[in-house]
Each structure stands twice: as C-alpha cells, then as structure tokens.
C-alpha cells in the first residue's frame, strides 16, 4: 500500500446550524474477490521469508514464523477440518486464550470455507450453551483439560456438536496427521468457494442484559475495515525506525477489537506475537522480550503502566518529581498535538528542554515498561482521558483513539495520525460516515457495518434495523471538523426526580483513572442527586496501605479510613469538576468487593451489568440516599 497524503476532513452536513452527518471517501478500494483464507497464501507467494508471527518458546524466547511456514501450517490444519467432514459454511468455536493456536486456526478455518465462532475462555457452562447451540457449531476447539470438562458435560444439550478438540492436548497435529491423505487441492476448492460476500465469523456480544447475540461478520466487512484503517494508520503498520512493525496481542482474540488487529497485521505482514497470560509480572516479561513497535489497548493497561510507575516513584520517594514529569508530559504533548492539528505552534524551548530533561529519568522508564520499542498504541474499547492522552504522548508514545462496536467489526472511528483531536474518537473511518439523530444517537454506516444478527433458528443473518444507517445506542455529537465525541450510552442515560439528564460514562472514566479506584458506577435514576458506588483497585490500594501503614486494617475497617475516604474524595472533586452541578456526584461509598465477570457484575469485555450491581449492592445504595 502507498502512503497516503494528509487526509482530507470528513464531508459534513448541516442541518439547523447543528452538526448531523460526517463522512469519508475509502482510501482503498473494496475487494471484489476472495476471502480471509486467502491471506496466509497470498503472503507466501508474495514473500515466503517475511516473519508474519512469532511463538513464545519454552526459554521465553521468541521463535519467528515465516509467511512460507505460516501458510503450510494453515493448509495442513485446514485439510484435517476437511477430513473430519467440515464443509464450507459450518461453524467452529474456538475457545481459549489469546496464543498461537487460536490464530493458526481461525486462519485454517477460513481457508476450508468455515465461519468461526469466537467464544470467551471464562465464559460459564450457559453461556457456553447457548453460543454453541445458537450458532449450530460442528465442532468446537478448546484450550485445556477444564474447557473440555466443561463443554463435555453440555454435550447433551447440543445435537449438531460433532467434534471437540483441545490444544493443550495435541489438536492441531491431530488435524493435521487426519488431512495428511488429502490433497491440497481439497483446500483450495473449499477457498475458492467463498467470497467477500459469505460469512467469515459469528460474535456473540457479551451484553449487559440478557443472552449474547451473534453478529455476523462477512470477509468485505474485515477487507473494508482493516484495508482502511491500515492505510489511515500508516505508520503505525510500517517500519518505525530501524525496527519493522511487530505488536504483542494480549486482549481476547474472543474481542472483535484484537481479532480485527490479528487479521489487519496479516493482510499488512505485520510480525505478531501472543501473549495468554495478563498477570503483570508474565505481560511485563513478554513485552520486554518482544519488543513490540506498537500495542492495541484498552485504557486501563494505559492507566495502569501510567499508576504503576508512580507508585514504584512513591516507594522511591520520588513522587513529586514523577508529578513535575507527568505535568510537562501533559503540558508538551498537548503543544505537539496543537501543532500537528494546526492550532498551535508547538512546545516552545523551555518545554522542550524540560522534556528533555525528564525523559531519561521517567518518560524511557514508561517506555521501558512496554517493551522499549513501542512508539504507537491503539486505544479502544472505552474513552481514554485527555490527560493521559497528551501524557503519552509528551512521554513519546502516540495514541491513536477509535471508536466502534462488534457490529462495525471494530473501529467506526480513528483519529487521524496527521490532525489529532484530544478529548474525541476522531473522523469516521474512511469508506463510512457518521450522522447523530435528533435524539443524539450515534448512527453509523459503511463496508465496515455487519450483516445483520444471526437467527440461529433460521441459520442466516436478520438485519438489524430498517434502513441502511446502523443505531448503536451510544449518544454522541459531530462538531464544524467531523470529529465524534461520545457522551454515554442512550439506555444507560439517568434521569433524576428533577429531570436533569445525566450521561454516566464521563463521570465513571474519569474515576476509574485514579489509581484507588477499581470500578465504578454512578447511579440517580428517579433519586434527587448522583451518588456513586466504587471499588479498590488491588495493587492501587496494597500500594496506598504500604505507603500509610495500614496494614493491620481489615477491609471493613479500610473502607471507613477517613485518610483513603478523603483521597478517593478528591478523585470524585476531580470527575465532578467536568460536569454541572446538577450532574455532579454527591455522595459516595466504597464497596470491600470489586466488580467481577464471576460475581456477574461484568461482561468478558468488562462493561458494567448495572442491574446486577444495582440488586446486588441494593442497600449501599439506598443509604447514600438516607437523611
């Protein structure tokens, strides 16, 4: 692909003076032929040697995998599918955590003509159910002996469940020594049978309510999604200095956002590795192995690279200068970002000596923390905060901010790497548009938009709504230069007995940046005043406890220290101050359990189940309210 110019901004529409619609032209055009099974051949015909992946080996060194090994790999895994009686259009579950297997056999699926069906490895025995019966899968691959136990034992419940198959316990060479009497031609009918057209996967939304529904995701939908963003992300897909562009994938493949990495780093040769495990000390030592040029993210990795050197500055004493840094990082990133937006000069000398100064001492340290190499992250999944944002960016890391759903196969939006805009998710992405309805719903239309969701019943994609402008259910607004920024979700809006509107989203991103705070969730639907119910977070708090010589407190008495009462005070000054009066948190409690996806409390993608937490944390709340 040719390096774009600058990108020209969005066509917008007016309508009363207001913002409605903004769009963009594709800077690619659409592919009119093949499908994702394609890739891995196309690299090795194109350039055998490139290394496309990278395995983690027993020493904790990384072993590359070239284009040409990649692409037998995937043939030999495909012809074993085939020879268990797979046929083009059945789906495969492939549940497990994000490692090599899980890549290798998506790809193999696609090129026998499958539609896989991702499903999350801490997902429950329902769940799992219901994903696989709905979705109708033949087979399903899993990652350990537990996985297996637990799909075995719902065996019962899912008639067309032909095939089970585990990584840990040999799978892919079992696939592959049951192809070895097929010819390769067997594999390359089954390609040539799909087109952009047909179904490449079935995600199932986790959902805050109710069953998890499949989106379903067609080959134009990656082509359109990935040729766009890789174009617009140049740099971030090529080579960055001496380096050529590699990235350590360690977000859930089981995600639309990190499997949509996966597919775009293919179709771009971009070297990836996986990593399974996201304890800190195992993601820490991968990263330094690998050395990533750039990371997908969601905010709170960020927040906690950001927490973390911090406390590491506390324990040193070092605080108040780790505090000087961050604030000229903020003060030279938010210079450099006028600058590249055009409005602004840029860091004048003062700033950049300052930088200067501090970036052996803190911003290299940062760095260090993520590989060494990492110049670019891709933040997604939730708002990143403007001051960490232009954080990273004094630090010497850009962030590129998006915007999207499973049903736009990721990013909708992307920030423009020529012209940012902090505090927004950036233009539409190219090939789509952007229109906000009278209510403020963010609509959304492109290539990129999904099939429709899937009918298991019927066994075929049913559209989502009429027309042709997907409703996502978030509220946002457009401003003069096509720029989105969101507010909340239109279903999560809270109303109080005064009828004031507040969006909670802003608010609870805000908190959930301090290094105290865990999770959050604002409630004061139908009551007098916002309150909100928020958790610690473990190595925030351990720190926190360290550093004032708490240790001997239980966590009941911990939640009531009037010295973590007032700090954590000072954090809900600090949301509050982004919002009215009226919007502001009056009053607060801290809860001795966090939120957890076991407890119910969250989705896999960590979104809050607001009436679960509601029932469960019923009487907490109701004393907030108390006279």
């Not at 049903?407 to 020529?418: G, I």
């Not at 809860?591 to 809050?608: C, N, Q, R, V, Y």
């Given at each position: 692909m040719s390096i774009p110019h600058t990108a020209a901004p969005p066509r917008i529409t007016f309508v009363d003076g207001v913002v409605r619609e903004a769009s963009l032209p594709p800077l690619v055009p659409p592919v009119a032929r093949g499908s994702l099974g394609d890739l891995p051949f196309d690299n090795a015909a194109e350039a055998p040697a490139a290394p496309v992946l990278s395995r983690k080996q027993p020493d904790g060194t990384w072993r590359d995998v070239s284009a040409a090994t990649f692409a037998a790999e995937v043939l030999a895994t495909a012809k074993g599918l085939i020879a268990h009686g797979l046929r083009p259009g059945d789906r495969l579950a492939i549940m497990a955590r994000t490692r090599y297997e899980w890549t290798l056999l998506d790809f193999a699926a696609w090129a026998a003509g499958l539609v896989t069906v991702p499903v999350y490895p801490t997902s429950s025995a329902a769940q799992v159910r219901w994903i696989l019966a709905d979705s109708g899968a033949a087979a399903c691959a899993v990652e350990d002996a537990d996985q297996t136990r637990l799909v075995e034992g719902e065996r019962a419940a899912l008639p067309a469940l032909a095939h089970l198959w585990e990584f840990d316990a040999g799978a892919v060479p079992a696939l592959a020594e049951a192809g070895r009497g097929l010819p390769d031609a067997a594999v390359a009918e089954a390609r040539a049978a799909r087109g952009p057209g047909d179904v490449a996967t079935l995600i199932y939304t986790s959902g805050t309510t109710g069953r998890p529904k499949g989106c379903v995701l067609t080959h134009a939908n990656f082509f359109a999604e990935t040729d766009n963003s890789t174009e617009l992300l140049h740099p971030v897909f090529k080579a960055v200095s001496k380096e050529p562009a590699a990235t350590l994938l360690f977000l859930p493949l089981s995600h639309v956002f990190g499997r949509t990495v996966a597919v775009g780093c293919m179709r771009a040769r971009v070297r990836v590795g996986h990593a399974a495990s996201l304890r800190t000390e195992d993601l820490l030592a991968d990263l330094a192995g690998f050395r990533p040029t750039f990371l997908l993210v969601i905010p709170y990795v960020l927040e906690k690279v950001y927490n973390t050197g911090r406390a590491s500055a506390e324990k040193l004493g070092r605080a108040a200068a780790f505090d000087r840094a961050a604030r000229i990082a903020r003060r030279y990133g938010e210079a450099e970002l006028a600058r590249r937006h055009g409005s602004g000069p840029g860091a004048g000398p003062g700033l950049r000596l300052a930088r200067a100064l501090y970036d052996p001492l803190v911003y290299r340290r940062i760095r260090a923390a993520l590989g060494g190499e990492v110049r670019y992250v891709i933040s997604g999944g939730?708002?990143?905060?403007?001051?960490?944002?232009?954080?990273?960016?004094?630090?010497?890391?850009?962030?590129?901010?998006?915007?999207?759903?499973?049903?736009?196969?990721?990013?909708?939006?992307?920030?423009?790497?020529?012209?940012?805009?902090?505090?927004?998710?950036?233009?539409?992405?190219?090939?789509?548009?952007?229109?906000?309805?009278?209510?403020?719903?963010?609509?959304?239309?492109?290539?990129?938009?999904?099939?429709?969701?899937?009918?298991?019943?019927?066994?075929?994609?049913?559209?989502?709504?009429?027309?042709?402008?997907?409703?996502?259910?978030?509220?946002?607004?457009?401003?003069?230069?096509?720029?989105?920024?969101?507010?909340?979700?239109?279903?999560?809006?809270?109303?109080?007995?005064?009828?004031?509107?507040?969006?909670?989203?802003?608010?609870?991103?805000?908190?959930?940046?301090?290094?105290?705070?865990?999770?959050?969730?604002?409630?004061?639907?139908?009551?007098?005043?916002?309150?909100?119910?928020?958790?610690?977070?473990?190595?925030?708090?351990?720190?926190?406890?360290?550093?004032?010589?708490?240790?001997?407190?239980?966590?009941?008495?911990?939640?009531?220290?009037?010295?973590?009462?007032?700090?954590?005070?000072?954090?809900?000054?600090?949301?509050?101050?982004?919002?009215?009066?009226?919007?502001?948190?009056?009053?607060?409690?801290?809860?001795?359990?966090?939120?957890?996806?076991?407890?119910?409390?969250?989705?896999?993608?960590?979104?809050?189940?607001?009436?679960?937490?509601?029932?469960?944390?019923?009487?907490?709340?109701?004393?907030?309210?108390?006279?």
């Open positions: 939730s708002p990143l905060g403007e001051r960490l944002a232009a954080f990273c960016v004094g630090a010497g890391i850009d962030v590129f901010e998006g915007y999207g759903l499973t049903e736009t196969t990721a990013a909708a939006t992307l920030t423009p790497p020529h012209r940012p805009r902090l505090g927004t998710v950036g233009w539409p992405l190219p090939g789509g548009a952007v229109r906000i309805a009278e209510d403020g719903e963010v609509l959304l239309r492109g290539g990129h938009v999904f099939a429709g969701y899937w009918d298991g019943e019927r066994g075929e994609a049913v559209p989502a709504a009429p027309g042709e402008w997907f409703p996502t259910g978030d509220l946002g607004a457009l401003d003069a230069d096509g720029y989105l920024t969101i507010t909340g979700r239109k279903k999560e809006l809270l109303v109080t007995s005064a009828g004031k509107n507040v969006a909670p989203a802003p608010l609870e991103d805000r908190l959930r940046a301090h290094p105290l705070v865990g999770q959050c969730m604002v409630v004061g639907d139908d009551r007098p005043y916002i309150t909100a119910l928020l958790t610690l977070e473990p190595d925030g708090i351990a720190h926190w406890v360290r550093m004032h010589h708490k240790e001997g407190l239980a966590p009941e008495e911990l939640v009531r220290d009037g010295k973590l009462l007032a700090e954590l005070q000072t954090a809900v000054d600090d949301a509050n101050a982004t919002v009215s009066r009226a919007e502001s948190i009056r009053r607060f409690a801290v809860l001795t359990a966090d939120f957890t996806e076991e407890a119910g409390h969250l989705t896999p993608s960590l979104k809050l189940k607001r009436a679960a937490i509601a029932r469960d944390f019923a009487a907490e709340v109701e004393r907030l309210y108390e006279r």
